[in-house]
């Protein structure tokens, strides 16, 4: 059941490393792009984005990878296909699936000449339905074929975060594949049998199970991070504080668990913020009450303004403030929903006068953001003539600064730690006002507080 050869359609952040990972699994690998630049760089052995382990993968593989602008060639050539093409949110917040429908057609005439069966998987994010009512009347339309009789359809999402895709890919939690029928399903199992390298679980359904698993999973995920951002609230506001305490004690309850209750400055990124939104429309459309979502989403989008008027208390507007952290998380070039760039663009909004540093977003953000904040091309160019520096990823690059980077000049120089990364380092330390994010500070003002909930007790 299982073929020698396998296609990649899209050969972006997430196929690239897919395609990679598969090839290094001992598979030939055909990736298929409309973009002539990520076709030739592949096949010229260069990886077509940036994406850890990608380039060495790339180059144990050259034998086993190749790339064409064609899609007939390679389905032609291969037994299955994964489909990977970006699903952008439209107007109402749900996944358009333009792209993916220009790559179901042009796979549905290429399965029109193709003899024997071949499968067909949809792995880019949708919402339900999507996939069996928007997408395989195309490959029936351009093939003349039947869906079950001549050809075989899976929707089966990955759950990877970006830096670690290879890892994540190879190594899931669990596999999740919506089947078409019971044929189609098998032989994607059979498939990942041999490319996953851990033995995960597989758990196979109906397409719109697989669609509603996997925005679930990542509501659910966000719901989770927002439950300790609102922690962090609450946390500052009571005297002695400290968010890490609390959520370090409730994670070890399993039925909770540590991960993802990191409080800190919210979620970002290309993935995570567009999830909820979706979820919300699902549950409008289908009308259903999803508050969780809605409610989780615009907390989250509210965090930056709540850092840029807490900030403007310690200092008046004319300030400059660096900002360490432009990628939405460590080791990225991403700077799509990154809080890090919200906070910058807030905070220059208020008159503040911004620099910005990342290690690996520097030429993103300033994509982004033009001319209204100035990029630094080191941590101590950033910081040099700050008032006050925000850290806001947790990115080895900051959490290896000491003492000295930090300017020692007439006034204290605020630093706000939004991952408490260095208090070990700057709490306490004459010259430096250390603001560590969800610890109760303003101690006396807590105190009042609670001192009035309960003084007729
Ligand atoms: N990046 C990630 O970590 C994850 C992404 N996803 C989902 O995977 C999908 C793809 O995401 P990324 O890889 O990040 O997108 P991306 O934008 O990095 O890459 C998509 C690639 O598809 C190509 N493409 C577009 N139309 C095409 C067509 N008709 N034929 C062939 N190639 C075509 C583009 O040129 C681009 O190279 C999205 O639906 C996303 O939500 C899901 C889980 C994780
Ligand atoms: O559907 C997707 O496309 C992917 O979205 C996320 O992956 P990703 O966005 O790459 O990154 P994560 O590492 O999960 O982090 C996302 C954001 O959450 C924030 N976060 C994470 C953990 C935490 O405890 N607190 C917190 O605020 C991070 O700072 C970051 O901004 C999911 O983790 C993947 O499982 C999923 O496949």
Aim: charged share 25%; net charge neutral.
């Amino acid at each position: 059941m299982v073929g020698k050869t396998i296609s990649v359609v899209g050969l972006g952040k997430l196929g690239a490393s897919m395609a990679a990972a598969m090839a290094d699994r001992g598979f030939d690998v055909i990736g298929v792009d409309v973009s002539r630049a990520a076709v030739e760089n592949l096949n010229a052995g260069k990886a077509p984005v940036q994406e850890t382990t990608l380039q060495e993968y790339i180059d144990r593989n050259r034998q086993r990878l190749s790339a064409t602008l064609e899609h007939r060639d390679a389905v032609m050539k291969s037994d299955i296909t994964f489909v990977i093409v970006p699903t952008p949110s439209d107007k109402n917040g749900a996944f358009s699936i333009k792209y993916a429908a220009t790559a179901f057609r042009a796979i549905g005439k290429a399965l029109k000449e193709k003899k024997g069966y071949h499968t067909v998987v949809l792995t880019s994010t949708v919402l339900p339905g999507a996939t069996r009512y928007g997408l395989l009347p195309l490959l029936e339309q351009e093939s003349g074929k039947k869906c079950g009789k001549d050809f075989g359809l899976c929707y089966s999402p990955e759950f990877i975060a970006l830096g670690s895709v290879i890892r994540d890919f190879l190594n899931p939690d669990f596999l999740l594949v919506g089947e078409f029928d019971r044929k189609s399903g098998e032989t994607l199992e059979s498939y990942y049998e041999k490319i996953m390298e851990n033995h995960p679980p597989c758990k196979r359904m109906s397409i719109e199970n697989a669609e509603l698993a996997k925005v679930s999973l990542n509501s659910y995920v966000t719901m989770k991070i927002t439950f300790a951002n609102i922690l962090t609230e609450l946390c500052e506001k009571i005297p002695g504080g400290d968010v890490d305490a609390v959520s370090d004690a409730i994670g070890l309850d399993r039925r909770i668990g540590r991960k993802y209750l990191t409080g800190g400055l919210g979620f970002g990124g290309p993935c995570f913020p567009r999830d909820n939104v979706a979820v919300s429309f699902l549950a409008r459309e289908l009308g259903v009450r999803n508050e969780i979502a809605e409610a989780t989403d615009r907390f989250n989008r509210t965090i930056p303004a709540r850092f840029v008027e807490k900030i403007s208390r310690h200092i008046p507007s004319g300030s400059t403030v660096a900002v360490l952290g432009l990628s939405y998380k460590p080791y990225s070039c991403v700077v799509e929903e990154s809080q890090g760039i919200l906070l910058a663009q807030a905070l220059s909004k208020q008159n503040y006068t911004v620099t910005g540093y990342d290690p690996l977003a520097n030429d993103n953000a300033r994509h982004m953001l033009g001319d209204d904040i100035q990029i630094k091309e080191s941590v101590q160019d950033c910081i040099a003539g700050a008032d006050a520096v925000l850290i806001t990823t947790p990115d080895p690059a900051f959490t290896a600064l000491k003492l000295g980077d930090f300017r020692k000049g007439k006034e204290d120089m605020l630093v706000v730690d939004f991952w408490r990364v260095l208090a070990g380092e700057l709490s306490g330390k004459p010259g430096i006002r250390y603001v560590p994010v969800g610890q109760g500070s303003r101690i006396r003002d807590a105190e009042n507080v609670l001192e009035m909930m309960w003084r007729d007790a």
